[in-house]
């Protein structure tokens, strides 16, 4: 039954995620100037606050809380998501400045981009180590476990969907 559920969640994030790849061809062709660029901003923004709506759908699904446990897991959980926007937000200004540099990126620029990119990577580990003594504080051990594991699973959804729609550089 959970591994319907899981799936039948993740199916929806999936779709939700498709949109992902028409907003970086969007960007990247995009030369029509600020206003243009806005308005991919706030789609983005759209995208990116669905994603974390449909993960927490995730989470309450899958988790199955009892009140004490539900009342003391969702502001933890609040405040890691808060912490998580805060590093994803660089990722999505990496991919925003690789879709507009795309055809005339530098190697300096690969090399920024690159190291950048890792660097984001590492914060979100970081991240999860810090929040892991955090959430068994509120949690059992095989309730944060699940909790890390679902958290990643979603997360490798959406980095799966955003390689995907992003283009590789061209040698």
């Known amino acids: 039954m959970m591994r319907k559920s899981i799936v039948t969640v993740l199916a929806l994030t999936g779709?939700?995620?498709?949109?992902?790849?028409?907003?970086?061809?969007?960007?990247?062709?995009t030369t029509a100037g600020q206003q243009s660029q806005s308005s991919m901003d706030q789609q983005i923004d759209l995208l990116?606050?669905?994603?974390?709506?449909q993960k927490r759908q995730?989470?309450?699904a899958n988790m199955k809380?009892?009140?004490?446990e539900a009342e003391k897991f969702w502001p933890t959980y609040d405040q890691y998501t808060?912490?998580?926007?805060?590093?994803?937000?660089?990722?999505?200004?990496?991919?925003?400045?690789?879709?507009?540099?795309y055809n005339s990126l530098t190697d300096e620029q690969g090399d920024s981009l690159a190291r950048?990119?890792?660097?984001?990577?590492?914060?979100?580990?970081?991240?999860?180590?810090?929040?892991?003594?955090?959430?068994?504080?509120?949690?059992?051990?095989r309730s944060t476990a699940l909790f890390f594991q679902l958290d990643r699973r979603v997360q490798l959804m959406i980095?799966?969907?955003l390689a995907q729609s992003i283009p590789l550089i061209e040698p």
């Not at 990116?48 to 709506?53: E, G, I, P, T, Y």
């Not at 809380?65 to 004490?68: K, L, N, P, V």
């Not at 990722?91 to 400045?97: F, G, N, P, V, W």
Request: one cysteine or more.
């Open 15 to 29: 779709a939700c995620l498709l949109n992902g790849g028409r907003l970086f061809a969007q960007v990247a062709s």
């Open 116 to 141: 950048r990119w890792i660097t984001v990577d590492e914060s979100i580990v970081q991240l999860r180590f810090k929040y892991v003594p955090i959430f068994r504080k509120v949690l059992s051990g």
């Open 48 to 53: 990116r606050k669905d994603l974390r709506s």
């Open 65 to 68: 809380f009892t009140d004490a």
């Open 159 to 161: 980095d799966l969907q």
């Open 58 to 60: 995730i989470i309450a």
């Open 82 to 101: 808060a912490e998580l926007v805060k590093i994803n937000n660089e990722k999505y200004a990496l991919i925003k400045e690789y879709a507009q540099s």
